[in-house]
């Protein structure tokens, strides 16, 4: 049992486990979706005084501040009870590409230390990956009004056209990241 | 003691998110340059799921625990905003590996940079109430 709890989960066990949490917070009276989180973050930080999007009664939304904070346990509880000490299992052309990039252990550890680690957040390359990529994600998902979890899951779950649209976005987005912007941005 | 209920749920969500790997760069990268079936399986797999749940909640009229019937808010007419916004969340999604589940449960793991990640997404939300009278929707 542990041992299976500690190797990684295939998708046919994680994607139905998804739903049923979404499904969860539907019984327990909410919806399901982080990014809205981003602006109760920016009401709390007194952004109200600045634009009135920030303007609502964000106290009502507490229960999605305690959903991400179990989030954040959960990745506590995984990396001391949970964590798998083997190498991720990656398909080789991409390993190749990764190398080729100069990652030079791809999934040793869940993220490459030679973007995402302290000491490259005053690189340049840094600053894109970090601080402009995740300018995107907040930026975007508000203007979408949403992100995967609101659109990609609940929105597709519930056959809304809106958010098939914004999927549709999010992958014009992600590959153009990916093939274009990533091999550009990681040799700087 | 009322929402308890949701951090159990985020806790469920965080290890669930961690165990299949979708929290990883590399798994994003794989998933954009179609190499890897997993990130499909997982986003399909909770998709069809959560049809069958919520079509079965609609069809048996289920209630929530509060007595109400179960119902997903729809989203707001249009396509502007959905197209040029999830353009944007999907280049930054491809840059940092992460969306915003994602960045939470990072940083509960140990990658605490991601600080950093999350409070830039922060800040782009707080752009976004700045600018959002001036973009279209």
């Known amino acids: 049992m542990v041992e299976y709890l500690v190797s990684p989960w295939p998708w046919y066990v994680a994607g139905p486990l998804i739903a049923v949490i979404m499904y969860l917070m539907f019984y327990s009276g909410k919806t399901f979706g982080v990014s809205s989180t981003f602006r109760s973050m920016c009401s709390i930080g007194g952004a109200g005084r600045f634009a009135d999007f920030f303007r609502f009664d964000w106290k009502a939304q507490n229960w999605n501040l305690v959903f991400v904070l179990g989030a954040f346990l959960g990745g506590i509880i995984a990396a001391v009870w949970l964590n798998n000490p083997n190498a991720m299992v990656l398909d080789e052309t991409v390993v190749q590409e990764f190398k080729a990039m100069g990652i030079s252990n791809p999934g040793v550890t869940m993220e490459p230390a030679e973007i995402f680690d302290w000491d490259q957040l005053l690189t340049l390359r840094g600053i894109i990956f970090m601080v ?4 995107l994600v907040g ?5 979408a009004g949403g992100c995967t979890s609101g659109h990609a899951i609940t929105g597709l779950s519930s056959l809304q056209l809106p958010s098939l649209i914004a999927v549709i976005g999010f992958f014009i987005g992600g590959l ?4 274009f912007l990533i091999p550009i941005f990681v040799s700087l | 003691m009322k929402y308890l209920k949701f951090l159990i749920l985020g806790i469920a969500f965080g290890l669930v998110l961690i165990k299949a790997e979708v929290i990883s760069w590399y798994r994003i990268y ?7 079936f ?3 399986g997982v986003i399909g797999s909770a998709v069809v799921t959560g ?3 919520l079509a079965l909640a609609k069809k048996l009229k289920s209630k929530d625990m509060y007595g109400n019937f179960i119902h997903v808010p729809p989203k707001d007419k249009g396509w502007k905003r959905y197209l040029f916004g999830g353009i944007f969340f999907g280049l930054g999604w491809a840059l940092t590996g992460a969306c915003p589940g994602p960045m939470y449960i990072l940083i509960g793991k140990g990658f605490t940079v991601f600080i950093v990640v999350m409070i830039s997404a922060v800040f782009g939300t707080f752009f976004y109430g700045l600018v959002k009278d001036k973009l279209p929707h």
């Open chain 2, 30 to 36: 794989e998933m954009f340059r179609f190499q890897s």
């Open chain 1, 139 to 143: 930026f975007g998902a508000r203007y």
């Open chain 1, 132 to 135: 402009f990529g995740g300018f």
């Open chain 2, 38 to 40: 997993h990130m499909y």
């Open chain 1, 176 to 179: 153009i990241s990916t093939y």
């Open chain 2, 51 to 53: 049809m069958i749940l």
